[in-house]
């Protein structure tokens, strides 16, 4: 009898996350993540030259808030910085960034904890520096510039605070530069996409 009733409990208790799900409704989560921000570097200059926005790891805080069980919105903050480097020269310049995002996001309840979304909104980014590399005498890129986020990841829930988290966006973003006093202009499309991985508490 004692043997059938721990049988009987563990089955009750890997059946219990199904049987009374959370309910997301009225929910903040907050999230740290490592992320990986990889531009598509694709550019227009005059005159026509070829440069090159460098990969970065960067840590990065989410924010969100669940209207619903399925809808959320999320917010992010972080900064990062990139080396622009032009083809057969080396390193122009240098900047530091905010690559300021909030994206509406519908959440999915696929069971055993796992929660996939996918999510769209705009995104800003707010230039904090521009510093050019002798022997250039400026580097300026044109602040604020606006684009949209397009989003798709999981949450993999741990109990019913702690999660695990995997990110990925593409974004839609481009820079608009002034090298040496206009003696190099034009836009570079960075499009970076930026991938994440990271854990997450939910209030």
């Not at 740290?32 to 990969?55: D, E």
């Not at 590399?133 to 044109?142: E, N, V």
Request: glycine share 8%.
């Amino acid at each position: 009898m004692g043997s059938t009733f721990n049988s009987a409990s563990a089955a009750d208790l890997d059946a219990s996350y199904d049987a009374a799900p959370i309910e997301w409704a009225g929910s903040f989560l907050v999230r740290g993540r490592v992320l990986g921000v990889f531009p598509s570097n694709k550019q227009s200059f005059i005159p026509a030259v070829n440069t090159t926005v460098t990969n970065a790891v960067i840590p990065e805080i989410d924010f969100s808030y669940f209207l619903t069980d399925n809808i959320a919105f999320e917010t992010i903050c972080c900064v990062t910085s990139h080396k622009v480097k032009l083809s057969g020269v080396g390193t122009i310049g240098k900047t530091w960034f905010i690559p300021a995002t909030l994206t509406a996001q519908y959440h999915f309840h696929a069971g055993n904890g796992f929660k996939p979304y996918i999510g769209v909104g705009p995104h800003m980014a707010i230039i904090l520096s521009d510093k050019a590399k002798a022997p250039f005498t400026s580097f300026k890129l044109k602040n604020p510039r606006f684009g949209v986020a397009f989003q798709a990841g999981a949450d993999f829930m741990l109990d019913e605070h702690w999660l695990i988290n995997v990110d990925v966006k593409k974004i839609f973003t481009s820079f608009k530069a002034n090298v040496n006093n206009g003696a190099v202009v034009g836009k570079a499309k960075i499009n970076p996409w930026i991938a994440g991985v990271g854990i997450g508490y939910r209030f």
